[in-house]
């Protein structure tokens, strides 16, 4: 056998059975999808290929495809149209927008019409099948939370978006079907990455003996892994429980955890003051809740991990638009530095500032939607220029707005231009109205506006960027916010 067959003999080895996925590639441009499918053959994908839209939707309607990868323009109809339909009429297929004209607005239609990532023309191979694999790891992620949704019972079904007031929604519950004399839980706490104990009802026990308790987690999470509840009574209490930590006269104990087949996220343990008989019926119902909460759990990570994709997708097409203007790009991720640093020096959640830091990033997508051409000048501004420069957290609001992820990221940005003294815009708001990431924000972009060089003048120096700041605290900019910034700058040497 000749080294072409040998060759031709390995690849056939190694095709595996079944093609990775199935997608649809349309551009008018068939050079381009003659390209783009030898590519994706060898790459083990299922390849059909049109040059329009009513060929594309007929292949939908024959096929089944998991991905449709589309150009924006195309003969007798655009892309956005196709995302549209499909979208409407064909939901498990999943799109990816291509495109050689990278504006803001096309983009941000492209990813309302439910487009799961973007490609800006041209592309190497190799950058295609990165973004492919990243909407086929999207689309898998949908299809599990579709999954975890439908399965979501009406029984008790609890409406709370944090995990653990949705363990007291189900525990109330738990507790008027099951009627104990004590109760208690302990749930899982990721940031300690440990068992938490937390007090419910008519528990009352010292922390010592919560800490007790806490230490015999182990021997229920054993129980729990083979599917079971720990039901005891009272000549087995002690083998779970400390004898010190039993509630007095308590004769039986019910335990149920709440969780998946990975994951146990905590659970419930009810102590009666008599021998308790436990009712199949009641019992089955209790798994159903527990196990719904357990669901719910995960469709918040779930829906928490989608939202967070979204953001970060945003955000890198912000950057890949702004690659024409490196000022703003640089400026962009300075303006998160500073932001990080001021944050670090403030008692706030991770999930906090991880939000104003997104807004850090986001602050001057709205100039990207506004012609500032006529701004770029070495002239005073016209007070009809100073009014489009204006417009820019206006027009960030609009292209946010509709992408429901951005509703925390949102007043950050739109009221960035704010004044301390109530003198700024778009909405004059004043002193603590103005929300605390809008107010760190400020000085973290006039900070490095001041040190960067500018058509119409020099970069200051740190020193008098300083000055400018300490002689606006108080009009501009907020006093307290002003002075931190100060010793963050001290402490990181940053003069």
């Known amino acids: 056998m000749n080294v072409k067959n040998l060759a031709k003999q390995a690849f056939e080895d190694s095709r595996p059975e079944s093609p990775k996925a199935s997608i649809l590639v349309v551009d008018d441009d068939q050079f381009m999808t003659t390209l783009i499918q030898t590519h994706l053959q060898n790459q083990f994908y299922q390849v059909w290929t049109r040059n329009s839209v009513d060929e594309a939707i007929e292949v939908l309607c024959n096929e089944k ?10 003969p007798g ?12 009429e064909f939901p498990s297929t999943i799109s990816v927008v291509m495109t050689a004209y990278g504006t803001l607005d096309s983009s941000i239609n492209a990813i309302r019409s439910n487009a799961a990532d973007y490609i800006l023309k041209p592309f190497e191979m190799n950058e295609l099948s990165e973004v492919l694999d990243r909407a086929l790891q999207k689309k898998e992620l949908q299809e599990e939370y579709q999954r975890l949704k439908n399965t979501l019972s009406s029984i008790g079904k609890p409406s709370s978006n944090q995990p653990t007031a949705l363990m007291e929604d189900v ?5 008027q079907l099951l009627c104990p004399d004590h109760v208690f839980m302990l749930y899982f706490d990721m940031s300690q990455k440990r068992f938490l104990p937390w007090e419910f009802g008519n528990l009352v026990l010292s922390q010592k003996n919560l800490f007790s308790i806490e230490m015999n987690v182990e021997e229920h999470l054993r129980v729990f892994r083979s599917g079971k509840m720990v039901k005891l009574h009272q000549d087995q209490l002690v083998r779970f429980f400390p004898r010190s930590s039993i509630p007095e006269d308590s004769k039986s104990s019910l335990s149920i955890p709440f969780q998946n087949a990975e994951k146990t996220y905590g659970f419930f343990v009810f102590f009666f003051e008599k021998e308790f008989q436990w009712s199949i019926e009641y019992l089955r119902l209790a798994s159903v809740l527990t196990s719904n909460c357990a669901q719910k759990i995960e469709n918040m990570a779930l829906t928490k991990k989608l939202e967070h994709n979204t953001i970060e997708m945003v955000e890198s097409l912000l950057r890949s638009l702004q690659l024409k203007d490196e000022g703003t790009s640089v400026h962009s991720d300075r303006v998160k530095d500073f932001t990080r640093m001021i944050l670090e020096g403030l008692q706030m959640s991770q999930e906090e ?5 997104h807004a850090a990033v986001l602050h001057d997508i709205g100039k990207m939607a506004i012609d500032l051409s006529t701004l770029h000048t070495d002239k005073p501004l016209t007070q009809d220029q100073v009014e489009l420069f204006k417009q820019h ?17 949102i007043p950050s940005i739109y009221h960035h231009h704010e004044r301390f003294d109530g003198k700024g815009y778009p909405d004059g708001l004043k002193g603590e109205e103005i929300p605390l990431g809008a107010r760190i924000i400020t000085i973290a972009d006039s900070f490095d506006s001041m040190t960067s060089d500018k058509v119409y003048r020099n970069a200051l120096t740190k020193e008098e960027a300083k000055n400018e700041l300490l002689l606006h605290r108080g009009s501009q900019f907020d006093p307290y916010l002003v002075d931190l910034f100060f010793k963050q700058l001290e402490k990181y040497s940053f003069s």
């Open 353 to 357: 500032k991880e939000t104003i830091l």
């Open 171 to 175: 525990v109330m519950v738990l507790h």
């Open 393 to 409: 957290p206006i027009r960030a609001k609009e292209i946010l707005a509709p992408l429901s992820c951005f509703s925390k990221i």
């Open 65 to 74: 495809i998991d991905i449709l990868l589309t150009d924006l323009k195309i």
């Open 77 to 88: 109809s655009s892309g956005l149209t196709l995302l549209d339909q499909v979208n409407r």
